[in-house]
T-cell receptor, first 118, second 111 residues
């Protein structure tokens, strides 16, 4: 069985501070994907990034960066110089690549609410 | 533009009524999903469909029903058997285990 843990329920920062969201996952499968999604107050989940289990390179996209470490089963997300528009709930998710199924077995964490104040 | 369209965005229901939430996608994805989200909580899988005319129960299927008569469409019916239907409902699609694409969601309130 798969499990995704986001231990931080809410993080509050002042604008321009950096914020790091933790994500720890569990799976016995060797081939899997990890994801981060953003859910602004409007409700729609916005896809941010996908990493596969064989690619541990860290990635940077603008003010966003991701740190994937298989040794600690973690896929952490950092927002640098936070802005008010970053206020949202962020979800970490895991899917296992199944040879038999044509659908994805996605497991979501409980989410972390990020509040950025001016 | 390719994407997923959910309707209605807001829906009010009286107790004892069935309601149907629409989900249409033009991404040509085989797999489609329905999730439920309660305030301050994560996503729970209601039903999923891998292919037309086939669907499977997720973790919280009781009180819900679906159909998949067309690849593009995956409507969800919230029946009167669902004891606590007030929630935010999200439809999604995917290509296998790759990322889910979500619609804007439908917010159901029982009066």
């Amino acid at each position: 069985a798969q499990k995704v843990t986001q231990a931080q329920t809410e993080i509050s920062v002042v604008e321009k501070e950096d914020v790091t969201l933790d994500c720890v996952y569990e799976t016995r499968d060797t081939t899997y994907y990890l994801f981060w999604y953003k859910q602004p107050p409007s409700g729609e989940l916005v896809f941010l990034i996908r990493r596969n289990s064989f690619d541990e390179q860290n990635e940077i996209s603008g003010r966003y960066s991701w740190n994937f470490q298989k040794s600690t089963s973690s896929f952490n997300f950092t927002i640098t110089a936070s802005q008010v528009v970053d206020s949202a709930v962020y979800f970490c998710a895991l899917s296992v690549v199944s040879k038999a199924d044509s659908w994805g077995k996605f497991q979501f964490g409980a989410g972390t609410q990020v509040v950025v104040t001016p | 533009d390719g994407g997923i369209t959910q309707s209605p965005k807001y829906l009010f229901r009286k107790e004892g009524q069935n309601v149907t939430l629409s989900c249409e996608q033009n991404l040509n994805h085989d797999a489609m999903y329905w999730y439920r989200q309660d305030p301050g909580q994560g996503l729970r899988l209601i039903y999923y469909s891998q292919i037309v005319n086939d669907f499977q129960k997720g973790d919280i299927a009781e009180g819900y029903s679906v159909s998949r008569e067309k690849k593009e469409s995956f409507p969800l019916t919230v029946t009167s058997a669902q004891k606590n239907p007030t929630a935010f409902y999200l439809c999604a699609s995917s290509v296998g285990s790759r990322e889910l694409f979500f619609g804007e969601g439908s917010r159901l309130t029982v009066l």
